[in-house]
């Protein structure tokens, strides 16, 4: 496994004096760990609500009450409860046993009397980012096996001949090391083919690394693809996939003046990080997605033709489902019962009318659009029977559907599942476009996930 340490989020420093901060900022810096610095407990809980951090440092005594470390118990059990999965580490000149058991109680990880040891300090430091650092790891790797599992029924559900020889070669393509292209229209299921390549490959336990190239602006693309050397050491997405997988979503929207150094790193395996000269290797299998008609992109020099060699050493093609008529019914059938199961609610079926407008639907969003309909339809019908009048397949594409009757966490759920679906699961994307933090955002599903409606496959 990549040591955790040279990919962890900063630490947050939380303290009214400006020596301390500095002080512990250096400490920190030596070691490897990026910091934020927050001066009071409102600076705080504001970088709370739009950073992510390994772990905060937390002072107990602030200008308003300098003694009795009320002031910082309040932040920490304030920040416990935004944040609950963040280690805390507190620390006061004022320190006593009962202090530090109060402090524990309220959320705290651990406890350091001022002024600290400097190895002490770092060896808590070091010791709550790693529990942070394997936390992540193993909802990543939960994640990842579930978007595994669901990839494989969906796409493993068909009868058509199309999507059968298309799920047969996504076998044997998995079995292979190189490179894979897999090309589509929306919805049609790139994303959970590149998934479940990656687990059918001898990768499998390896990274995987996800990266919407549409998303990169010219600015971002060399830190975010190969990190940096300066004015902190922080990895790209090619070195957090060493090893394992690197999925880039829709690669013909590379700007064409980068498009050359991502040729290099895909036909030599060498880059370097933004600020150092020193040339870096990695072992990635890239797999890329594009819903775009790459010829014409090539012909109009919006994209080198010598990449596309390079990426498409294998070339996948999942076809509309417009295409795979016979799969339209048993897909809906196993998205409702999914569905159904979710919500904990008693089997629903699908009449002989609403079999035939399913069938009948041209399906412009694809497999994503089916999805749509049929958590709608679950969530909204008061009957076992569906019929064709409740798929509403004749209403405009893109109009939004919320009913009278719904609770608000509910209304919260089908906003947060329409805006990640709308920019590809980019959290920070559908974050902006709900007008709310991305650390707001991971809390929401957080909680979803607690009360057993946010499903990670989705």
Request: with cysteine.
């Amino acid at each position: 496994m990549t040591d955790s340490r040279n990919f962890v989020q900063p630490v947050l420093i939380v303290d009214d004096d400006p020596d301390v901060r500095v002080a512990l900022r250096v400490l920190l810096r030596g070691d490897h760990l990026a910091c934020v610095e927050a001066g009071t407990p409102a600076a705080a809980l504001a970088a709370l609500a739009v950073g992510e951090f390994a772990c905060a440092v937390v002072d107990l005594n602030y200008t308003l009450d300098t003694t009795s470390g009320q002031e910082g118990l309040a932040l920490v059990e304030r920040m416990h409860a935004d944040v609950p999965d963040m280690p805390i580490i507190v620390m006061t000149a004022w320190g006593s046993i009962d202090t530090a058991v109060r402090a524990m109680r309220l959320g705290a990880a651990n406890f350091i009397e001022k002024p600290w040891d400097n190895p002490r300090m770092l060896q808590v430091v070091r010791g709550q980012v790693a529990v942070s650092a394997l936390r992540d790891e193993n909802r990543r790797l939960r994640a990842q096996a579930a978007l595994a599992r669901d990839s494989g029924d969906i796409l493993r559900l068909c009868e058509s001949s199309a999507m059968r020889h298309a799920m047969s070669l996504m076998g044997r393509i998995a079995k292979g090391d190189g490179n894979v292209l897999i090309l589509g229209e929306n919805g049609t299921g790139k994303s959970l083919a590149a998934r479940d390549i990656h687990a059918q490959s001898s990768r499998a336990d390896k990274p995987l690394v996800r990266v919407d190239m549409g998303s990169l602006s010219e600015s971002r693309f060399d830190d975010d693809l190969f990190g940096q050397d300066t004015p902190e050491p922080r990895p790209g997405r090619f070195e957090m996939a060493h090893g394992g997988s690197l999925i880039m979503e829709e690669v013909v929207n590379v700007p064409p003046s980068q498009q050359i150094k991502l040729l290099r790193v895909v036909e030599e395996g060498e880059f370097e990080r933004v600020g150092s000269t020193r040339a870096r290797r990695v072992d990635v299998r890239i797999i890329s997605t594009s819903n775009a008609d790459i010829e014409a992109a090539i012909r109009a020099n919006r994209f080198r033709r010598d990449l596309l060699y390079r990426l498409n050493a294998t070339q996948l093609v999942l076809p509309p489902l417009r295409e795979r008529v016979e799969d339209i019914v048993p897909l809906a059938r196993h998205l409702m019962l999914c569905e159904c199961r979710r919500r904990g609610r008693g089997a629903m079926t699908f009449t002989p009318s609403a079999e035939r407008a399913l069938r009948s639907y041209p399906w412009p969003g694809n497999v994503r659009e089916l999805r749509h309909i049929v958590e709608r339809v679950v969530l909204l019908a008061v009957r076992d029977d569906v019929y064709a009048e409740a798929l509403a397949l004749d209403r405009p594409s893109g109009q939004p559907v919320m009913p009278e009757r719904i609770t608000l966490p509910e209304a919260e759920e089908m906003l947060i599942r329409q805006a990640l679906d709308r920019y590809g699961n980019n959290v920070q994307q559908a974050a902006d476009s709900l007008g709310i933090s991305r650390q707001a955002l991971y809390r929401r599903l957080d909680k979803q996930r607690a009360r057993g409606t946010f499903d990670p496959t989705h």
